[in-house]
């Protein structure tokens, strides 16, 4: 299988996902006069739209570098693909529920133990996908220094590292789990894969 | 009219069929202190989401490679696809269904039969889109062996026959039921056209 | 504008438009035992189901074939594509109100007229663009005979006069306006722009 | 980054927000006979559905000659193209409350606010993104005259001013705040980025 389709497969749910995520902000049905309060306080559905949508949006960029690195697909990397998108497209349902439960008492906990829970799957479901290809080099580009593939592995890794802490710290706030989820999210956006975007753009 | 076109409709509706299984999942509304009791119950829910997930996911990497050693569509070819992506966009009714009637009594029974009735039914029309393909050498690529394209038959219907399997356990066990469709999901994961994906290997 | 990324456009909706139909068919909420009539008291909701499904798909189909002929893109053009598609994304809530209440009374009138005036709209937006494309021959690829082009306008016109005859049965019975709009999608699959198909496929 | 993947990233969400406007238009449940009365005081919803339809239709298109004169994305480009995308992915929510609150008080007046807000928010980020790359001339094509690029820029501006009106006009009335957002999405149909789009077609 060539990667053109994985890829297609890939972009089609991840956009779809991502764009799915409005749905978890349910419009109030309140009495005249108290809408501007009533969607004041829906900021735990806007705050855990905003990360769940930078969350899908950046690891979706660096899907795509993965995949330029990738030539060809054999039956266990097609399968670790799918889980990765099987998690990918679950995180709506924690959104919603985080969005809904994250202030105060033991639901708070729970609810941000399933969101940061969730990320950490998809985080060892990405970090897997790189894993297996750099460890099959019949998979990745001729001109691949395979050092060089192995040595990015720790940029995947800080993520799921992250993640554990964030459920750690679900037992003290669901809303410092968040914060360490939105801060994960800006972490890939300005240091995505700096080296294999390096190797990339010397072969563009 | 090329195939191209075909494609882009199939792989748009399997994307968005696929994500939009996340629905059937519904946040629960309960009291304080609840939430994960409450979570836990929805594993009907959750078991129904995977094996949709595994089985439209990897039909979809399937269609994409029987649409590999197809050239040109036809009419009729055109209508079984559009039938095909009919049943395959209504699976997540059924898998809401189960997902919530799957424990006990005798609703359980009627969700598992029209959860597995539809799989059947997926089966069969994606069975028909290849059988009538392979009977039709015009619409093949030059060089595939017609031989060749019908040994892949068997692989085809293997599904359609666990599938009745799985309808017929339904009397017995929705829960079985579902492990089949699971089941059915997997081995085409791992035994997928070997023989399709060969040929098609050898021209790229 | 070159017409791919009008084309991609359409894709988008028409493939997200098709397979958010199913979400009009709504999981009943029944005591132990019922579940079996409750899903067959559904059949409206299936039936429009798949006429919208079958509608939307084999018009994807006919755009795409529209759009071979195309080769630029005016933007009166732009804005009649954009209004066609704002019918087609808008099919999917006739379709749910039709399948609440086809049965019987005089709001089945309503749905009736509801649902076959949408598609009406739809089908006058469809040749709408056809014939401005049809009367502007610089938009149109080199090699097209323009009494071509136009003597395919009667096939777009036989489905909105159907869908006229549609509307008007709506006051006698919304099954016959469903049934009436049935027809239409399956003379689009086996009668669609034979004259333009076989003019593009000369060129291919 | 090539462009290619931001392109596909954009095309995705575009078109699945776009599409998933309609679920803001509820199914009135009602006694018989009712439906017609019902179904028409839902022209809220559809005015709603209408204006957001086109704006984000016509802010496709416009996105897509934008990147026709961009080769390369750097980080930062990439994050305000995912600020752009996470604001236009979120209109579902404002259109849905818009279309619930608009008839008088003063929750029609919060509704609009956070309407035509969202809309300055689209127009903001949609602005930065060209003035970024107007500013970056390594991203731009190579014969695009720099001069050429920054008169563009008073094109994307007048689209934010005439929001921050509709935001004013909130307080007079939510109807004539959703008129002046459908003629902004009416500008951009007829006069979108007119030099810009003369120059790429020089290039085409």
Known sequence: VTTGRVEAFSDGVFAVAVTLLIFNVQVPHIADGELASALLALWPAYASY?????????????????????????RALLFINLLLLMVVAFLPFPTAVLGEYIRGGPSSRTAAVLYSGTLELIGLAFGALWIYAARHRDLLIADLDPAYARATVPTFTVGSI????????????????????????????????????GKAENRA
Do not use: K, Q
Not at 51 to 71: D, P
Not at 168 to 173: G, K
């Open 162 to 197: 992250a993640y554990l802490l964030a459920i750690a710290f679900a037992f003290v706030s669901a809303a410092i789990t968040l914060a360490i989820c939105a801060l994960v999210a800006i972490y890939y956006i300005f240091n995505r894969l700096p080296e294999v975007a």
């Open 50 to 74: 905003v990360v769940s949508f930078l969350t899908i949006g950046i690891m979706w960029v660096n899907h795509h570098e993965l995949f330029r690195l990738i030539t060809r697909v054999d």
